[in-house]
C-alpha cells in the first residue's frame, strides 16, 4: 500500500452564455468566422474604454450562490499582466484581491462517504484570444481574436480532493450545477469549460502540503483522471528515488499518456496585478442578491430528493432524470398528462434517452413533445396497442414528430381485441400443431409459448396478448 497521499485541486474556467462579450458589444458566438467578432475595445486599440456587461455580474452571482459561496458587497477589477500573441492589451481583465465569490463549497458522495470540497473563490474575467498553429514544418501561428473579451469565470477549489476519481466527480457535478443554472453550457469540446490541476504528494496522514505541479492543456474529465494518475506515479518515483518535486507548469499529452515541461510555476508577482483604472468598483446591495437568490432554479440535489419524495421514485431513477435540467423539465410535463411516474420514468430513460443518444440529438430538439409520449401511453391503457407495437410507434414518433393516435392509424397497427376474429386465427393454429398442443396437455407450459407466438406471428404482432392466452387457456 503507498506511504503517500494525493493532494488536489483545481481550476476551472467556465466561458458564460451571455449575448454580448464582457466589456464590449461584440457577440459572444462560437464557430464564426475568424476575427469577425471583433471591435476597437476587445482589439484594445488606442482611447477606447471598457464597460461591464450586467448579465456577467448576475451570472457571477447566480454561479456564487449555487456553490454556497460569501457575495461580496464590494469587490473590484485588476489587471493581470503578461505578454502573449493572443492577448492584445498585454493584460487580461480579471480579479485579484477582491473577488465577487469567496468561501463556497460542493459536497461529494465517494468512497462510501461524503467529502466537501472548499470553493476558494469564483471571480469574473475575461478570456483571451486563440493561436492556431500549423502542421508539420511550416511554422507558423494565426491568431483568432472573437475569443478575446468573452465573459469567464473561473472557479478556483481548496485542495481538498484526495484521488483523481474525486476530481473526475467534482467536474461532473459543477458542470451540472452550471447547466441547471444555464450560464454555460459547459462544452469543453468548444473551450467553453476549461480544467487546469493542481497535485502534490505528502506522506498519508500528514497535514503538510509539498510542492505542488499545476497540468494544463486537459480536455476531458477522463484525461483530468488519466493525467492526475500520470502525475501521481511520476512524483511517487521522484520521491522513492530521493529526489525533489519542481513547482512547474506541466501539459498534458493525450498521445503518450504523460506530462511533459511547459515552464516553470509563476506566482502571483510574476503578474503584477493592480487596480483596472478604466473599471469602477462593484458594490452590491443585500436586495440585489436576495433576488437573483429567489430567481435561482431548484438545482440537481433538491430536485432529485423531491423526486424521490414526491414521486416515489427508486434513487437510481432520480438521479437519472434529474441529470440534466431539461430531461428533468420533460420529465415532470410527461406525469402533468400521465399520472404515474415510475412509467413515464422508464420510457424517458429507456426509449427516449436511446433514440436521443443514437441520433446524437439533445432533449430540447426531440420531436417527441412530453403530451404525445402520454398519449402512446394512454394508448397502451386502452389496449389500442401492445407494448412490442408501441416501441415500434414511438420510433415512428420520434423520427417523424407524430402523435402516437396518428402513427398507429396510419400505419394500420390498432390492436387486435376482437375474440371472434382471434378465436378464428387460435382454431387455425392448434389445428396446425397437433404436437404442441399435446405437450402443453402433458404439462409442458412453455408449449403454450409458442402457441401464442404463431398467432403474433399471422397478425403482424397486433393480436391482444391477454386476450390470445385467455382464449388459448379455454380451448386447451
Same mark, same amino acid.
Not at 487546469?196 to 498519508?204: F, G, K, V
Given at each position: 500500500?503507498?506511504?503517500?497521499?494525493?493532494?488536489?485541486?483545481?481550476?476551472?474556467?467556465?466561458?458564460?452564455?451571455?449575448?454580448?462579450?464582457?466589456?464590449?458589444?461584440?457577440?459572444?458566438?462560437?464557430?464564426?468566422?475568424?476575427?469577425?467578432?471583433?471591435?476597437?475595445?476587445?482589439? !484594445?486599440?488606442?482611447?477606447?474604454?471598457?464597460?461591464?456587461?450586467?448579465?456577467?455580474?448576475?451570472?457571477?452571482?447566480? &454561479?456564487?450562490? +449555487?456553490?454556497?459561496?460569501?457575495? =461580496?458587497?464590494?469587490?473590484?477589477?485588476?489587471?493581470?499582466?503578461?505578454? $502573449?500573441?493572443?492577448?492584445?492589451?498585454?493584460?487580461?481583465?480579471?480579479?485579484?484581491?477582491?473577488?465577487?465569490?469567496?468561501?463556497?463549497?460542493?459536497?461529494?458522495? +465517494?468512497?462510501?462517504?461524503?467529502?466537501?470540497?472548499?470553493?476558494?473563490?469564483?471571480?469574473?474575467?475575461?478570456?483571451?484570444?486563440?493561436?492556431?498553429?500549423?502542421?508539420? /514544418?511550416?511554422?507558423?501561428?494565426?491568431? /483568432?481574436?472573437?475569443?478575446?473579451?468573452?465573459?469567464?469565470?473561473?472557479?478556483?477549489?481548496?485542495?481538498?480532493?484526495?484521488?483523481?476519481?474525486? =476530481?473526475?466527480?467534482?467536474?461532473?457535478?459543477?458542470?451540472?450545477?452550471?447547466?441547471?443554472?444555464?450560464?454555460?453550457?459547459?462544452?469543453?469540446?468548444?473551450?467553453?469549460?476549461?480544467?487546469?490541476?493542481?497535485?502534490?504528494?505528502?506522506?498519508?496522514?500528514?497535514?503538510?502540503?509539498?510542492?505542488?505541479?499545476?497540468?494544463?492543456n486537459i480536455s476531458s474529465f477522463r484525461a483530468v483522471e488519466r493525467a492526475l494518475d500520470s502525475e501521481i506515479a511520476r512524483q511517487r518515483r521522484l520521491y522513492e528515488a530521493g529526489g525533489r518535486v519542481e513547482q512547474e507548469t506541466r501539459a498534458w499529452n493525450e498521445e503518450t499518456g504523460g506530462t511533459l515541461v511547459m515552464r516553470t510555476k509563476e506566482t502571483a508577482s510574476d503578474y503584477r496585478y493592480f487596480p483596472d483604472p478604466d473599471l469602477p468598483p462593484i458594490v452590491l446591495d443585500e436586495q440585489m442578491v436576495d433576488r437573483i437568490r429567489e430567481g435561482l432554479p431548484e438545482l440537481p440535489e433538491a430536485r432529485?430528493?423531491?423526486?424521490?419524495?414526491?414521486?416515489?421514485?427508486?434513487?437510481?431513477?432520480?438521479?437519472?432524470?434529474?441529470?440534466?435540467?431539461?430531461?428533468?423539465?420533460?420529465?415532470?410535463?410527461?406525469?402533468?398528462? $400521465?399520472? /404515474?411516474?415510475?412509467?413515464?420514468?422508464?420510457?424517458?430513460?429507456?426509449?427516449?434517452?436511446?433514440?436521443?443518444?443514437?441520433?446524437?440529438?439533445?432533449?430540447?430538439?426531440?420531436?417527441?413533445?412530453?403530451?404525445?409520449? !402520454?398519449?402512446?401511453?394512454?394508448?397502451?391503457?386502452?389496449?389500442?396497442?401492445?407494448?412490442?407495437?408501441?416501441?415500434?410507434?414511438?420510433?415512428?414518433?420520434?423520427?417523424?414528430?407524430?402523435?402516437? &393516435?396518428?402513427?398507429?392509424?396510419?400505419?394500420?397497427?390498432?390492436?387486435?381485441?376482437?375474440?371472434?376474429?382471434? =378465436? !378464428?386465427?387460435?382454431?387455425?393454429?392448434?389445428?396446425?400443431?397437433?404436437? @404442441?398442443?399435446?405437450?402443453?396437455?402433458?404439462?409442458?407450459?412453455? &408449449?403454450?409459448?409458442?402457441?401464442?407466438?404463431? @398467432?403474433?406471428?399471422?397478425?403482424?404482432?397486433?393480436?391482444?396478448?391477454?386476450?390470445?392466452?385467455?382464449?388459448?387457456?379455454?380451448?386447451?
Open positions: 500500500m503507498s506511504a503517500y497521499e494525493a493532494v488536489i485541486g483545481l481550476e476551472v474556467h467556465v466561458e458564460l452564455l451571455t449575448r454580448t462579450k464582457a466589456f464590449c458589444s461584440c457577440p459572444n458566438e462560437f464557430g464564426s468566422e475568424p476575427n469577425t467578432n471583433v471591435c476597437p475595445v476587445c482589439l !484594445a486599440l488606442p482611447g477606447v474604454l471598457p464597460v461591464l456587461n450586467r448579465s456577467l455580474l448576475k451570472y457571477a452571482v447566480e &454561479a456564487g450562490l +449555487a456553490l454556497n459561496c460569501e457575495i =461580496a458587497s464590494f469587490c473590484k477589477f485588476d489587471r493581470k499582466n503578461y505578454f $502573449y500573441p493572443d492577448l492584445p492589451k498585454a493584460y487580461q481583465i480579471s480579479q485579484y484581491d477582491l473577488p465577487l465569490c469567496r468561501n463556497g463549497y460542493l459536497d461529494l458522495e +465517494a468512497g462510501g462517504g461524503v467529502r466537501r470540497v472548499g470553493i476558494t473563490r469564483v471571480h469574473m474575467e475575461e478570456d483571451a484570444g486563440k493561436l492556431l498553429h500549423s502542421e508539420g /514544418d511550416a511554422g507558423y501561428s494565426l491568431v /483568432d481574436l472573437n475569443r478575446a473579451g468573452v465573459p469567464l469565470l473561473e472557479i478556483v477549489t481548496e485542495p481538498d480532493l484526495r484521488t483523481p476519481r474525486e =476530481a473526475h466527480l467534482f467536474l461532473e457535478k459543477l458542470k451540472q450545477i452550471l447547466r441547471y443554472l444555464d450560464v454555460s453550457d459547459c462544452k469543453m469540446e468548444e473551450g467553453s469549460l476549461r480544467c487546469d490541476t493542481n497535485i502534490s504528494l505528502r506522506t498519508a496522514g500528514s497535514g503538510v502540503l509539498n510542492t505542488k505541479v499545476e497540468i494544463k432529485r430528493r423531491r423526486f424521490i419524495e414526491e414521486f416515489g421514485l427508486p434513487a437510481y431513477d432520480a438521479e437519472i432524470l434529474t441529470a440534466s435540467r431539461d430531461l428533468a423539465d420533460y420529465f415532470e410535463e410527461c406525469i402533468k398528462c $400521465y399520472h /404515474d411516474p415510475k412509467r413515464v420514468g422508464n420510457w424517458v430513460m429507456v426509449e427516449l434517452l436511446r433514440l436521443l443518444n443514437a441520433n446524437n440529438i439533445d432533449i430540447r430538439e426531440s420531436k417527441v413533445p412530453p403530451s404525445h409520449l !402520454a398519449e402512446l401511453l394512454i394508448l397502451m391503457d386502452k389496449g389500442a396497442i401492445s407494448g412490442k407495437i408501441a416501441k415500434t410507434v414511438f420510433e415512428e414518433m420520434f423520427a417523424r414528430g407524430k402523435g402516437a &393516435a396518428e402513427v398507429v392509424e396510419e400505419k394500420g397497427l390498432l390492436q387486435i381485441s376482437d375474440e371472434e376474429a382471434l =378465436a !378464428a386465427i387460435i382454431d387455425g393454429v392448434i389445428a396446425a400443431h397437433p404436437q @404442441v398442443v399435446e405437450d402443453y396437455r402433458s404439462g409442458t407450459k412453455k &408449449a403454450l409459448g409458442f402457441l401464442v407466438g404463431q @398467432v403474433m406471428k399471422q397478425t403482424q404482432g397486433k393480436a391482444n396478448p391477454k386476450i390470445v392466452n385467455k382464449l388459448f387457456s379455454a380451448k386447451l
